[in-house]
């Protein structure tokens, strides 16, 4: 495999809403990001995901753009952007730009041109549609809840919008819509960005016709064309959300001979607590064995022909540690526990903003203390069908899309040290417990076992390089080996609460290079959430 820059990279993603607000008006920005910078240096990360700061009427919290060439003023100005970018790069961090290409504001000139008559130059930017007896074109569902067509009574046609009415679809089978796209991106590529992030990219080559809505039959000849017009001879690493992309469909992505994209989203491993074909609220138990075939297999298929994202969490799913971890007594524990799992597989690491401090789901008492339109949309649609108000509020607590978004835990001032003034979502309760400041203080810092896990991930090619192989064990022990030349590493992880008694080598005759127990690791006995690193002598 040839060696890329981003192989050895930690990316930490930021939400800038909610990381680090510098002016007092309660919402994170530019500036704020820059003032943390050191933060993250000092953590290891050398790659930051930053969500969308162009201009927009923030529907969708930004991913609803208005203006790529914009930033929105309340994020700060280019000029802080462009700051930003040197600033990071000072210090050896690149940012990564999220590119939201499947839909754009109803905001955004091309599509206020499109709606304005048939005959506009733009109409073909959007899909339009006549109704069908009385009604939508089709039956097709929003993923934000109800028909996914909006009836514009000016030109007496429905547009597409695959999640919010105020997010049209654009249409990527009119050349000028990718050639626009492509510029947005040249203009980041020459402002010194190192990466995209494509948002919901598998589906942006829908046919309606079959009703195809992900990986439509033209999505790769798209995502060739993109390299091929403006990656190719860069140094940019790309990654794509691709939801629903099964292992055979990323192998296909990420390929580097097929020229597509450098890694993958995919939910395979995130949906294993979810009722199979029913909506993520429909809650099932994680069923550990489920979770080692699933990353396994990844692992394995992925090894040769393409390049893994490696995430637990980010801005539209839970905390890691309340979603599969113990965020009470063994917060610590998990937290840690899931980091190795994760960290020492193939691929490149994600944290998401205050994973590596072990910040937790948010339970607000009401529904009108949530901000996101998933929430509220979910919620109408399932109070209409008859769910109770306890059981809708269950769901959010376990898997909104808020509780990633409540503002950075830093110290114990007010608002978690985020904000001066009153922040557009309200801070998490325990953030007087768990903070930056006080958990860097804390003989049991989750931040610095991340730290020494990123230290040893990136001073050892048998992390980034080395070969995958399972182990068998408990069902609740998740045990496998990186083998590199003729170097061994061994991975046990306990992913329960309860103390095990493992089958694996009581005494592993090798050296101890990482353990989240203080206490020396006992034969065959592992505590709860355990997790330990051995490096085998051969």
């Given amino acids: 495999m040839e060696k890329k820059w981003w192989h050895k990279s930690v990316v930490y993603q930021v939400y800038p809403r909610s990381f680090q607000d510098s002016n007092g008006d309660g919402i994170g920005d530019l500036n704020g990001l820059i003032s943390r910078l050191d933060y993250i240096a000092e953590l290891g990360a050398d790659l930051i995901w930053l969500c969308p700061v162009y201009a ?10 208005s203006d790529y060439y914009s930033i929105h003023p309340e994020f700060g100005s280019m000029d802080d952007m462009d700051r930003l970018i040197s600033e990071a790069a000072r210090r050896g961090i690149c940012i990564m730009m999220d590119i939201v290409a499947n ?11 499109s709606r304005k008559n048939k005959d506009n130059p733009y109409r073909d930017f959007y899909v339009w ?21 909006n009836y514009d009574p000016l030109t007496q046609q429905y547009y597409l919008h695959m999640f919010s009415r105020k997010q049209p679809d654009l249409n990527w089978h009119h050349p000028a819509v990718r050639l626009a796209l492509y510029d947005v991106m040249r203009f980041w590529i020459k402002k ?7 948002d919901v990219i598998d589906l942006i080559a829908k046919d309606l016709e079959k009703d195809i809505i992900a990986n439509g039959p033209l999505l790769h000849e798209y995502l060739q ?13 790309t990654v794509g959300e691709t939801g629903g992309a099964d292992l055979d469909q990323a192998i296909l992505y990420t390929d580097p001979s097929r020229k597509e994209l450098d890694m993958v989203f995919a939910f395979q491993h995130i949906a294993l607590d979810e ?3 029913k909506q993520k609220w429909d809650l099932k138990t994680l069923e550990s064995s489920d979770l080692k075939r699933v990353l396994s297999a990844w692992q394995t298929g992925l090894s040769e022909k393409g390049w893994n994202s490696l995430f637990w969490s980010n801005h539209d799913q ?34 998401y903003q205050g994973e590596e401090i072990g910040m937790t789901n948010v339970k607000f008492p009401e529904l009108n203390y949530y901000r996101d339109i998933e929430t509220f949309n979910m919620y109408k649609e399932r109070n ?12 959010i607590y376990v898997k909104g899309r808020d509780n990633a978004r409540t503002p950075m835990q830093w110290n114990t001032e007010n608002n978690a040290g985020f904000t001066e003034g009153v922040p557009w979502i309200d801070v998490n309760s325990n953030f007087a417990v768990i903070n930056a400041a006080s958990d860097s203080e804390s003989n049991q810092s989750i931040f610095r076992f991340y730290q020494k896990l990123i230290q040893l991930r990136k001073s050892n090619d048998i992390v980034i390089y080395g070969d995958y192989q399972l182990l068998d064990s408990e069902p609740e022990v998740f045990a496998y080996e990186r083998i590199f030349k003729d170097e061994k590493w061994v991975i046990i992880c306990n992913l329960s609460d309860k103390t095990v008694q493992s089958s694996l080598p009581g005494s592993l005759n090798g050296e101890l290079l990482i353990h989240n127990y203080s206490v020396p690791y006992q034969s065959q006995t592992l505590h709860p959430y355990e997790a330990l690193v051995y490096k085998l002598q051969n």
């Fill in 129 to 149: 549609k006549d109704g069908a007896e009385g009604g939508p074109p089709s039956s097709l569902q929003s993923i934000f809840s109800g028909s996914a067509w």
């Fill in 225 to 237: 064309e993109m390299h091929r017009e403006v990656l190719e001879g860069t140094e940019v690493v």
């Fill in 318 to 351: 839970p905390r890691i540690v309340s979603r599969w971890g113990n965020d009470g007594k063994f917060r610590y524990e998990s937290a840690t526990m899931f980091a190795v799992l994760l960290h020492l597989m193939k691929g490149t690491p994600y944290i």
């Fill in 384 to 395: 209409a069908a008859g769910h109770s108000h306890d059981n809708i509020m269950n769901s």
């Fill in 103 to 113: 839909h754009t504001s109803d905001e955004h000139p091309w599509f206020i041109e």
């Fill in 192 to 198: 010194g960005i190192k990466g995209f992030r494509f």
């Fill in 56 to 65: 927009s009427p923030n529907d969708d919290n930004g991913y609803d753009i």
């Fill in 275 to 277: 009722i199979p074909g």
